[in-house]
Each structure stands twice: as C-alpha cells, then as structure tokens.
C-alpha cells in the first residue's frame, strides 16, 4: 500500500497506481486507421498507445490525429481510413516512465500529460498512470493531513 502516513508522498514509487497492460486499450504497428478509431470510439479515450509486436512502446494515436489526417480540402475522405496505417498519422514523443520512478517524476510529467506509458527496464510497455490517478493520490494525501493536523 502507498503510505499516506508519512509526511512525504514524493520518494515513493508509482507502481501500485499502474493500469496493467492487460485492462489498456492500445492498437499495434500496422493496425489501420479505421481499426484505430474503433478502439477509441469504441473504448470512449481519446488517445491510446501504439505497441510493435514486442509490447514496446512507438507512439500514441488520437482521435484528433486519425481525424486531421482524412480532412480533404472539401470533404472527409473517409475512404483513407482502411488505406492507412497507425504509424503513418501515430505521435511518436511518448512521455514514458519506469515503474521504478519516483511520484515526484510522475507529478512533473503529469502536469502537460493525462497520462504516462509506463515500462520496465527492458523497455516493455506494462500500463499506463493516468492524471487521475495521482491527482487522487495527492487529493488523499492532502486530507489525510488536514484530519491530522486539525486541533
Ligand atoms: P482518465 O484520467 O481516466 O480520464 O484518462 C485520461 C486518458 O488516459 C484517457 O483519455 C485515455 O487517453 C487514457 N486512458 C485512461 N484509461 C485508459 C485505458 N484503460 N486504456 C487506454 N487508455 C486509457
């Protein structure tokens, strides 16, 4: 259990706050673009991982990005959806973690991300920590103090 006890939330590590790879909605290299939107209509995200065959962390793929990629001039060519591919269109700056860092580490790279890919040191991809998570972390923490504190 993360300790809440303790004055200090930021040394401990992120690993009890990780989505396992098993529960993440994510799509593979190769994978199309129509592929893709179901995944993130279907699964209600609006931006999910793209893994290669090795569970290894390439890139992430939106909404936002498969849309952009089959605005026309004039129309949405809807046609380019099963003619392309995810790392065609896919945004290949991931922020990443190890499951090992530090909720200090997450805090700071969670402040422009709603979520992080996390991997092991191998560089396999094992879940995701989502913005949520550790701002209900922090949220726990602070009140916990707070009932401590009162006189
Ligand atoms: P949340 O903080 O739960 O709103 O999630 C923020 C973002 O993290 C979502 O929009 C998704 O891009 C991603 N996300 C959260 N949970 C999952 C999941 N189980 N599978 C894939 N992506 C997820």
New binding site residues.
Partial sequence: MIDLQTSTIVDQEIKELV?PID????VQLGNSLEHALLVLVK???????VLDLSFKIKGLI?KTLILDSILGMERIEYEKLADHHVEEVMNSKVPRMKDTDTFTRALELSINQ??LCIENDEGIFIG?L????ILALVYRHVRKRQIIEQP
């Fill in positions: 989505i529960n993440v909605a994510h699964s209600g995200y609006s931006a999910v991982p939106s709603p979520f995701i989502t913005r949520r998570a």
